[in-house]
């Protein structure tokens, strides 16, 4: 139940705190002899990604045939696919990522989404995000029940962030998170400061009772001590290492500021980011590129900034199902089940196309028309969790799943 919210909208940040906080929450984030974290990021695709034409099984005459128009064609063809093992093959707009596959550092997990069918954008992104899919009633998301489960004794205030406006599912429930659009709201001098956030507090007084009164000054100076965390990294001054060229657009400045929380030892575990525009009913083609040119341009820049801390973090992407396997009359997709996450990192297994593929004749598909769900979202995340992360009770994170280690796609070196 919540029981406290402030959202800080005019300095681009909002902290949801639940429960009693402890206090002095910024003294491990301000730490500056603290030990580098291992952290996941999460990069949610919202609106349904093709991963037949991100990762696609170029050389299966079935693929063609069902898509006559927006296959991508062979390698060596123009604009053709980038070969990944003889079957599989990258987009072309994902060419730096293709640097990344090839130095084990990048792998793909094809078939994968939710054993719930639903072809809602809401209720699948909301199953995702809860963790429980085909349940509505749940309250919080898996990231925040992770968090919960693994309590600190000195909280960070940055433990778990999103890039985003407001928090996501994957983050609300009990345990603290921070949503913040942007850092360099918290750059100018002398902001936040105790007079500021005194200024904050006497906004509510008078107006409310004396224990939400209280409450609303705890949650207003937790706020704070996080704004002062982001103030310490500076963020109008940083510069990203040689070579990382994010791209112009709000996934590339998202994860450009991602990559300065982590490289500025703020104590990062979770960090989650979005990227929509992947409802692609009509003209699929131009308009997939144009998102896959900033996705692989953003991740590549992502990898390259970190240099070396790369080792202590995973990054996946999620998106709520996948695509038709047939085009439609518009040259377009409609909703599907089965898409592909691609996962980047140290510690990746990679230049591997993990999952069971299922094949694309017409008895493989799911009620005829779509790639079918061989792997469990869920799978995929426990594996990340406690491979990378070190949990080591997942049942509450995921209720109602049977977990089981064997069902890992394998996307981590031992």
Aim: proline share 7%.
């Amino acid at each position: 139940m919540t029981t406290r919210r402030v959202f800080l909208k005019a300095g681009g940040i909002s902290l949801v705190t639940f429960g009693a906080v402890p206090k002095l929450l910024v003294r491990a984030a301000l730490a500056a002899e603290a030990p580098r974290r291992r952290s996941l990021v999460v990069l949610f695709q919202r609106g349904a990604c093709d991963g037949l034409n991100v990762v696609a099984p170029w050389s299966d005459p079935d693929y063609r045939a069902a898509r006559p128009t927006i296959a991508l064609a062979a390698p060596g063809q123009a604009d053709g696919v980038l070969d990944l093992d003889g079957h599989f093959g990258l987009h072309p707009a994902l060419a730096p990522l293709l640097p990344l596959w090839k130095d084990g550092r990048l792998a793909a997990v094809h078939a994968i989404g939710s054993p719930d069918a639903t072809r809602s954008h809401f209720d699948a992104q909301d199953f995702m995000e809860s963790g429980t899919p085909g349940r509505k009633a749940t309250e919080d998301g898996w990231m925040n029940r992770f968090l919960t489960g693994r309590p600190e004794p000195e909280p960070r205030p940055l433990r778990a962030v999103s890039l985003t406006q407001t928090l996501p599912r994957s983050l609300q429930g009990t345990a603290p998170a921070v949503a913040m659009a942007n850092l360099r709201s918290f750059s100018i001098p002398g902001i936040p400061d105790k007079g500021a956030a005194r200024g904050f507090e006497d906004m509510y007084a008078g107006a409310v009772g004396d224990a939400l009164q209280d409450s609303l000054e705890a949650t207003s100076r937790e706020a704070f001590d996080a704004m002062e965390a982001l103030h310490r990294a500076n963020p109008a001054q940083y510069t990203p290492a040689p070579g990382a060229d994010y791209p112009r657009g709000p996934l590339g400045d998202a994860l450009r500021q991602l990559a300065q929380l982590l490289k500025s030892d703020l104590g990062v575990e979770l960090a989650f980011l979005e990227a929509g525009g992947w409802d692609h009913h009509v003209a699929e083609a131009a308009q997939l590129r144009q998102r896959l040119g900033e996705l692989g341009g953003a991740l590549a820049a992502f990898h390259a900034d970190l240099g070396s801390r790369m080792d202590d973090v995973v990054l996946v992407t999620l998106t709520e199902f996948g695509r038709t396997v047939r085009e439609n009359g518009s040259r377009g997709t409609d909703h599907g089940h089965g898409s592909v996450s691609l996962v980047l990192g140290g510690r990746v297994r990679g230049g591997s196309v993990h999952g069971r593929w299922p094949g694309m004749r017409p008895k493989d598909l799911y009620e005829g028309r779509d790639l079918p769900v061989t792997t469990d979202f869920r799978d995929l995340l426990a594996e990340l969790l406690s491979g990378h992360l070190g949990a080591t009770d997942l049942g509450p994170v995921f209720p109602g799943y049977a977990l089981d280690p064997r069902r890992h796609p394998g996307v981590l070196r031992a």
